[in-house]
């Protein structure tokens, strides 16, 4: 399952949520510097114009950054 939103400075990003027994690698969190461990749910976010440059977010800290971003918008 996938959906889109725009939270801000890059642009159009699409998230997909990583569920528990899909999480085979140790990942880097970029909103809390913290790993984020294999087993672990979280999210991807990509953004659609660099696929490329995705990165894997701890599913409160992605929210939390969700948020703040719609605060500095409003
Ligand atoms: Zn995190």
Redesign the pocket.
């Known amino acids: 399952m996938a959906y889109h939103h725009r939270p801000g400075d890059e642009g159009e990003v699409q998230v997909r949520h990583v569920q528990p027994y899909q999480a085979v690698k140790t990942y880097r969190?970029?909103?809390?510097?913290?790993e984020?461990r294999p087993g672990e749910g979280h999210e991807v976010v990509v953004p659609v114009a660099a696929p490329d440059l995705r990165r894997h977010?701890?599913s409160?800290?992605w929210s939390r950054a969700v948020r703040r971003r719609g605060d500095r918008r409003s």
Not at 29 to 34: E, L, Q, S, T
């Open positions: 969190c970029p909103g809390c510097d913290h984020i977010w701890h409160g800290c």
